[in-house]
Structure formats: structure tokens, C-alpha cells
């Protein structure tokens, strides 16, 4: 057996292909014909939003519903503010000028 040192542990044996180690979805579009390099890249740009489009997490109904009263909570009070500053400035005015 052979032992290697931990800078080639780390790095790895060197790739024959500069692509090899970029995922084949990462990949850049390659080719000299304008048509085919915009129909790789139009697939390529595709299969990244589906891959994108996989990761994402939907809330549970529980997370949903919490988050549905958080924000009606906050809405409700930053209507009271502004009916407030309103009422004020209403108020105001009508002492100012009334």
C-alpha cells in the first residue's frame, strides 16, 4: 500500500477532463453553432429550475397557519398605527387651521 501525504488526501487525483468534476447540470454550453449552443443552454437552463424547484420546502398546515396569523396580527397592527397617525394628524390640522 502506498500512503499519501494529506495535500494530495485533499486535493485528489488530478482530473483528465476540466469538466469532470462540475456536475453536468453546472456545465457550460459548448459548441461553435449559435442554434445549438441556445438549445443546450435553454435545456441546461431548464433542468436548473427543476432541480431548483425540488429543493424547496413546503410549510406543514400547522407552520402555515401560524404564519398566516403572524402576519394578519401584523397587518392589523400596523392599521391601527396608521388610523392613529391619521386620527392625529387630522386632529391637527383641524386645531391649526379649523
Not at 32 to 38: A, D, G, K, L
Not at 62 to 68: G, K, M, P, Q
Request: aromatic letters at 10%; charged letters at 20%.
Amino acid at each position: 500500500m502506498t500512503e499519501h501525504s494529506p495535500a494530495t488526501a485533499e486535493r485528489g487525483p488530478a482530473p483528465a477532463d476540466p469538466n469532470a468534476e462540475v456536475p453536468l447540470r453546472e456545465r457550460k454550453p459548448r459548441g461553435n453553432n449559435p442554434i445549438s449552443r441556445f438549445s443546450s443552454a435553454v435545456v441546461l437552463f431548464l433542468q436548473q429550475v427543476i432541480d431548483e424547484l425540488r429543493k424547496i420546502v413546503r410549510p406543514t398546515r400547522d407552520e402555515l397557519v401560524s404564519y398566516t396569523i403572524v402576519v394578519i396580527v401584523f397587518v392589523v397592527v400596523l392599521m391601527a398605527f396608521v388610523f392613529g397617525l391619521d386620527q392625529l394628524f387630522s386632529r391637527l390640522i383641524s386645531f391649526v387651521f379649523g
